[in-house]
C-alpha cells in the first residue's frame, strides 16, 4: 500500500509511520510527503532520500488553484492512502474528489468532542477528565468525517497544553501506525463514485 502524508508541524506522527514502514513486514510503504509549508517534518522523508513536495497557499491565486495544485501533487506519488498527520489545512473539493474515502486524518481528541485547531487546550479547558486520540476519515468538515479508530488518553492533575499533547501524541503514533496498517490489509476501495459523464 502506498502512503502519502500530509504534515505541517514537527512530523513525530509521520516519523513514526515511516518508522514503522522502514520493517518490510509493515504492510505499507510512505512513498512522499508533503506539507503547506517548509515544515520541519518533512526533514524525516528527505534523510530517507524519499520524495517531498510543498504546497503553499501563498504560492497560488486562491484556495481554489492551491487546492488543485496540492491533489495535484499528491496524485503524482499514486498513493493508495493519504495520511493527514499534523496537516493544518482544510483541503478542498479536488483533494476531496480525488482521495475522497481513502484520506485520513489524526487528531487530538476524543472527536466528536474538541474539533478543531486548539482540541487539546479546549479540553482541559474543558476540565475533562479523559480525552484522547481519533483516526478519522476527512469530509468537507473540520475534523468531521467518519471515525475509523479512537483511543483514550487521561488527564492528569498538572496537566498543561504540553504535557497533556505529549501524553496523546504518544497514543496517536501508536493508533495510527496500527491503523494505517489495519487499512493497508484490507484497503478503501481506489474509485471514487463519480458522476457519469453525459
Ligand atoms: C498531532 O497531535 C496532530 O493530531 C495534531 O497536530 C499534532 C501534529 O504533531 N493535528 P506532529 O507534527 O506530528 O509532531
Same mark, same amino acid.
Given at each position: 500500500?502506498?502512503?502519502?502524508?500530509?504534515?505541517?508541524?514537527?512530523?513525530?506522527?509521520?516519523?513514526?509511520?515511516?518508522?514503522?514502514?522502514?520493517?518490510?513486514?509493515?504492510?505499507?510503504?510512505v512513498?512522499?510527503v508533503?506539507?503547506?509549508?517548509?515544515?520541519?517534518?518533512?526533514?524525516?522523508?528527505?534523510? +530517507?532520500? *524519499?520524495? #517531498?513536495?510543498?504546497?503553499? @497557499?501563498g504560492?497560488h /491565486?486562491?484556495?481554489? !488553484?492551491?487546492?488543485? $495544485? &496540492? =491533489?495535484?501533487?499528491?496524485?503524482?506519488?499514486?498513493?493508495?492512502?493519504?495520511v493527514?498527520?499534523?496537516?493544518?489545512?482544510?483541503?478542498?473539493?479536488?483533494?476531496?474528489?480525488?482521495?475522497?474515502? +481513502?484520506? *485520513?486524518? #489524526?487528531?487530538?481528541?476524543? @472527536?466528536?468532542?474538541? /474539533?478543531?485547531?486548539? !482540541?487539546?487546550?479546549? $479540553? &482541559? =479547558?474543558?476540565?475533562?477528565?479523559v480525552?484522547?486520540?481519533?483516526?478519522?476519515?476527512?469530509d468537507?468538515?473540520m475534523d468531521?468525517?467518519?471515525?475509523?479508530?479512537?483511543?483514550?488518553?487521561p488527564?492528569?492533575?498538572?496537566?498543561?497544553?504540553?504535557?497533556?499533547?505529549?501524553?496523546?501524541?504518544?497514543?496517536?503514533r501508536?493508533?495510527?501506525v496500527?491503523?494505517?496498517?489495519?487499512?493497508?490489509?484490507?484497503?478503501?476501495?481506489?474509485?471514487?463514485?463519480?458522476?457519469?459523464?453525459?
Amino acid at each position: 500500500t502506498r502512503v502519502v502524508v500530509l504534515v505541517s508541524g514537527t512530523g513525530s506522527l509521520c516519523a513514526a509511520l515511516l518508522d514503522a514502514a522502514d520493517d518490510p513486514a509493515y504492510p505499507a510503504d510512505v512513498v512522499a510527503v508533503g506539507a503547506d509549508r517548509e515544515a520541519p517534518g518533512l526533514e524525516h522523508a528527505r534523510r +530517507r532520500d *524519499l520524495p #517531498t513536495f510543498v504546497c503553499r @497557499l501563498g504560492d497560488h /491565486p486562491d484556495r481554489v !488553484a492551491w487546492d488543485r $495544485a &496540492l =491533489a495535484g501533487a499528491i496524485a503524482a506519488h499514486r498513493p493508495d492512502l493519504v495520511v493527514s498527520a499534523g496537516f493544518m489545512k482544510l483541503v478542498g473539493p479536488a483533494v476531496l474528489d480525488a482521495f475522497g474515502g +481513502r484520506l *485520513l486524518n #489524526t487528531h487530538p481528541a476524543l @472527536l466528536p468532542a474538541f /474539533p478543531g485547531a486548539h !482540541a487539546v487546550r479546549d $479540553a &482541559l =479547558a474543558a476540565g475533562a477528565a479523559v480525552t484522547g486520540s481519533t483516526v478519522h476519515w476527512v469530509d468537507a468538515g473540520m475534523d468531521t468525517g467518519p471515525v475509523i479508530a479512537q483511543r483514550e488518553v487521561p488527564v492528569l492533575p498538572g496537566d498543561d497544553e504540553g504535557r497533556l499533547h505529549e501524553r496523546i501524541k504518544a497514543v496517536e503514533r501508536t493508533l495510527l501506525v496500527d491503523t494505517v496498517a489495519r487499512l493497508a490489509a484490507d484497503p478503501p476501495s481506489t474509485r471514487t463514485p463519480r458522476e457519469t459523464p453525459r
